[in-house]
């Protein structure tokens, strides 16, 4: 018990040392190099007050669940609950609101790209039956995607298509968070509807803690599933990766796991071929959505026969048929696709190392840089255990080691084969809930029931975790928080509302008029009666005392530091102020002014709103007089 007690304590203890050595930057290196590598840039330390808060509670609550030996259900809920509660809080952390980060990295080209892919893809006149043109015409990590999950976003636009008024809904809650992205406005509501998919990825992240246990307790017992359905929240990339893609991929592995076992566990023929099909078509459609899972066959085929002829004692005859379900499973998505397009998985292979082999790695600092990155952000601590336990098959095979030795060897030759190209800390998230199985299998046998050993290397985690995910800013996107609003009104007043068809929709309630140089500039306050689903543009006249008129053109409302605030981003009842510029004519002073206001449609032709004024109904409204010009 001593000797165990020192290796749990030396681990925990390397696993602390490499935190200070990332939350110092002591060296980049543990970063990358050569042609990549994370960024540097902590964020300050008040923004850490809430996830390091959330990280107690944590662990504490796991450690008194432990302790009572507390039944699975709430061990269950406990690591769903502060799995997003964690991934919430750091994305919090970066971005400031987790809704818009998790929002504008679903919508993001260059943060997961997926979603932005099926909003630009014409489906209706079958432009997906060219994606090695997709691929290619997408351009950067986007010509690496295989069609899947951009038909996934697709399916859901057109669910929410069936339902207006949801769509409605789920689109007004979220299109706030990017109301000045003109290219997202554009989007159909149920376009922007289907991004609620990508925002509940923590959900669906957490969720991987149900099968998670199941494979384990099938495989390693009740004690080793308890430590790593605790862990699981724990996972750096978890929390770090938040609202990418890469995050449910877990599901899909853990799900094509968890039926092989059934097939290999089954006694009925029917149920073996049954079971092996279906975790076939699971890994089918995992490739259909991302080459990442290209090895994933390979891991499941070697343990498929250390387990099945090793514990199972099936014939390799009998594995063979079971392969050759598995097989017909996997390949049938793709056989759909080809009838339907013509193109094959190796056309779209080509296609993706037309842009990812041209990345330039040196192989040898990769081969251990690729395990490096991987076992960072998969939990450091359990590597020892993951190895221990894939070591002990040498003296006697039983499922939780076939598990490990078949990831360890698979791994072994994904990193050999040099296909990877920096980033497998996200990019292998695939393969990471293996990596918690193995080290809960290690644990269990290093330590039996000792629940001690779980906190000690669960705390050392917990701290690499948060320095990783708060201290390497990982998940970066091409789109910017919406405008900050200038609430402060205007001195003159005037009652002006502006309709469009459905009814009001803008008050004008005061303006000002300042020439700053050459330029004149309309300070308005409006108050929008309901969000508008169109950036409305301001233009107009101005109106000399002679009547001679100097059209202004139109152009989208700005705030006084000349930053943009379209219309969309006017909340309901909120009074905003926007300015608009006008250059002023080249003549002496001129005393009683006029700006003849108008608002125009963004779309082609669209003339402007009706707006009811002190005068009457018209297309604009008057305001002034006012003094412009040199005195």
């Known amino acids: ?299 499941l085929g070697l343990f498929a026969l250390t387990y099945g002829l090793g514990v199972r004692k099936h014939s390799l005859p009998g594995l063979m048929v079971l392969g050759a379900a598995f097989g017909t499973g996997a390949l049938l998505p793709w056989f759909v696709f080809a009838l339907a397009t013509g193109l094959t998985p190796l056309d779209l292979l080509r296609a993706s190392f037309e842009f990812h082999l041209d990345l330039e790695r040196p192989y040898a600092f990769w081969t251990v840089m690729h395990v490096w990155d991987w076992l960072v952000w998969g939990g450091l601590g359990l590597t020892a255990f993951a190895v221990l336990s894939a070591a002990t098959m040498r003296r006697r095979i039983d499922g939780g080691s076939a598990l490990s030795a078949a990831l360890v060897v698979g791994m072994l030759l994904l990193t050999l084969s040099g296909t990877a190209r920096g980033e497998t800390g996200r990019v292998w998230l695939v393969f990471t809930p293996l990596l918690v199985i193995a080290a809960a299998d290690g644990l269990r046998r290093f330590s039996q029931a000792d629940s001690r050993a779980w906190l000690v290397l669960s705390a050392a985690s917990a701290g690499l975790a948060l320095v990783l995910a708060l201290s390497l800013p990982v998940v970066g996107t091409d789109l910017t928080p919406p405008p900050l609003l200038d609430t402060a009104p205007a001195s003159q007043p005037v009652d002006a509302t502006f309709r469009d068809d459905s009814g009001s929709l803008f008050r004008l309630s005061a303006w000002d008029a300042a020439q700053r140089g050459d330029t004149l500039e309309l300070l308005l306050t409006f108050t929008a009666e309901r969000r508008s689903s169109e950036p409305y543009y301001l233009g107009g006249v101005l109106v000399l005392p002679d009547q001679t008129t100097f059209p202004a053109a139109a152009q989208q409302p700005h705030d006084r530091s000349g930053g943009g605030v379209p219309a969309t981003c006017w909340p309901p009842g909120t009074p905003v102020t926007v300015a608009l510029s006008q250059p002023v004519p080249e003549r002496g002073g001129v005393d009683g002014a006029y700006f003849s206001l108008a608002l125009y449609g963004a779309s082609a032709g669209a003339g402007p709103l009706q707006v009811e004024g002190p005068a009457g109904p018209d297309t604009q409204i008057g305001l002034g007089p006012f003094a412009i010009g040199e005195n």
């Open 1 to 299: 018990m001593r000797r165990q007690s020192r290796w749990v304590w030396g681990t925990a203890a390397a696993v602390v040392l490499t935190a200070v050595v990332f939350g110092l930057d002591l060296t980049p290196w543990v970063r990358g190099g050569y042609g990549w590598r994370w960024e540097y840039d902590p964020l300050p330390l008040m923004r850490w007050v809430i996830p390091v808060i959330l990280t107690v509670i944590y662990l504490g609550g796991a450690a008194v669940l432990l302790r009572r030996r507390a039944p699975m259900r709430a061990l269950y809920v406990w690591s769903v609950l502060f799995g997003v509660a964690l991934a919430l809080s750091v994305t919090a952390a970066h971005e400031g609101d987790a809704l818009y980060g998790l929002f504008s990295r679903t919508v993001s080209k260059l943060a997961t790209g997926a979603h932005w892919l099926a909003a630009h893809v014409d489906w209706q006149n079958g432009e997906w039956r060219e994606w090695t043109t997709v691929m290619r015409g997408a351009g950067g990590h986007l010509s690496n995607l295989p069609p899947g999950l951009s038909m996934a976003y697709a399916a859901v636009s057109g669910l929410f298509g069936t339902s207006p008024d949801a769509a409605q809904a789920v689109s007004g809650l979220l299109l706030p968070y990017q109301c000045h992205n003109l290219d997202l406005l554009s989007y159909q509501p149920e376009q922007v509807a289907s991004a609620g998919f990508g925002v509940l990825m923590p959900v669906w992240a957490a969720l991987a803690a149900f099968p998670l246990a199941s494979i384990t307790r099938r495989l390693s017992g009740e004690a080793a599933a308890r430590w790593a359905v605790l862990w699981w929240p724990l996972t750096p990339a978890l929390m770090a990766f938040a609202g990418s893609l890469n995050t449910i991929y877990p599901l899909f592995t853990l799900t094509a796991v968890y039926m092989l076992i059934r097939a290999l566990d089954a006694a009925a023929a029917r149920g073996k071929l049954g079971w092996a099909a279906a975790s076939g078509l699971v890994s089918g459609l995992a490739t259909f959505s991302n080459f990442a899972f290209a090895p994933l066959p390979l891991i």
